[in-house]
């Protein structure tokens, strides 16, 4: 297993069901694991993104801490994804959005091999890339939507 996924196990365990939030002090989770800080850091921004459902606040310092709160429900997951997209998105952060939707287990993994079919660029190649990119947005905006209803 890749150091980031076990970063990402260990703060995924720290959440129960009744604290939607987690307060981690980079260092000593960093000596716990046998890693730099920075693979926390770069952890926490990659896959605890207000797209997956979270939001982060940090306190820099002696004391400092980072606070992690989870989204009340996975439908607030995906409405903030949606609400972020815009109105275009390339194939690359379309993948990575619903890479990290299924590993957060946002959305299930049936889904998401659709969502990435229907996505690839390989569908809109009779298109100009802007065009393509337009569509893709609305495409993943509408598929979001249809997964929630």
């Known amino acids: 297993m890749k150091m980031s996924d076990l970063i990402a196990d260990m703060i995924l365990d720290m959440f129960d069901d ?6 981690i002090q980079r260092n000593d989770l960093a000596n716990r694991l046998g890693c730099v800080p920075s ?18 606040e940090s306190r820099r310092g002696g004391g400092g801490y980072i606070l992690i709160t989870r989204a009340e429900s996975k439908d607030n997951a995906l409405m903030s994804l949606i609400n972020s997209i815009g ?5 690359r952060t379309a993948r990575a959005h619903i890479y990290n939707l299924s590993y957060q287990h946002v959305i299930d993994d049936k889904a998401a091999k659709i ?16 065009s ?3 569509l893709r947005a609305i495409l993943l905006k509408k598929m979001l939507i249809a997964y929630i209803n």
């Not at 690839?120 to 890339?129: G, M, P, S």
């Open 87 to 91: 109105e275009t998105i390339d194939e």
């Open 132 to 134: 393509a990119n337009k």
């Open 39 to 56: 693979q926390i850091n770069y952890v926490i921004t990659s896959r605890f993104t207000p797209e997956a459902g979270y939001r982060i």
């Open 115 to 130: 969502m990435l079919s229907v996505l690839a660029d390989v569908n809109f190649r009779e298109l100009e890339k802007e």
């Open 18 to 23: 009744n604290t939607p939030t987690v307060q």
